[in-house]
């Protein structure tokens, strides 16, 4: 996040401000994308600040003032609701990081009776809380949950522990491997085209800074190994938030 906040500042230093004169929210937007047109801006609309606008560039938040003047870092919150509203696009975000990814984008332990929930989680096989989570594998999917590894190696591509990550997706059964190594075992080496690259890159985009790092299917992150109960009882939560939205509109 410092490193792309000092992108952003990089690029203010060097821009001229705006006008002072009112601007439609169209020519804001317009200036705003000129003036960080080096980078990757996704959206660009009116924040819950009057006068200032959320900025997504890169799939990070930023809130800048109509002329460019003021960067607000940090996350905005409705103090009177006790509602963090930076974290409510920013689940939204994570979550659509994920859409459309199909099977063999990640490894899935899958529920016999049928998938009612999701969680993704990044994962590396030599992490203590990592393979803790694994042992609760089984009791998640006896509740319905699917849950979809990301291959995240801490310690980075040249690792060991991404070598053993491809020989897990490698794998004839990459289930199988996944348990196996997460409880100590070594499986057969193996090279193979594989998605640890895209799978760093993804977690990064995430602002994941240890491993497991857990995402819910509306986006939302728990850092850290959570007990299946827990686990499940916030994954029900949600879903019941989200019944209770549809019913609002």
Known sequence: ????????????????????????????????????????????????????????VGGQIAYFSADMKYLIEGDIVDYQKRVNLTDQVRNKLSAAAFDGMQENDYLAFTPKSGTKHVINVFTDVDCGFCRKLHQEVPALNEKGVEVRYFLYPRAGLASNSAKKLENIWCAKNRQDAMTRVKSGQSVDSKTCENPIKDHIALGQQMGLTGTPLIITGNGSRINGYRPADQLYAQLLSEAVDETTKEAEK
Not at 8 to 28: F, H, P, Q, R, Y
């Open 1 to 56: 996040m410092k490193q792309f906040l000092a992108a952003l500042l990089g690029l203010m230093m060097i821009s001229s401000a705006m006008a002072e004169a009112k601007k439609t929210d169209a020519e804001v937007e317009s200036y705003i994308r000129a003036q960080l047109g080096a980078l990757p801006v996704q959206s660009v609309k009116p924040a819950p600040i009057p006068g200032m606008y959320e900025v997504i």
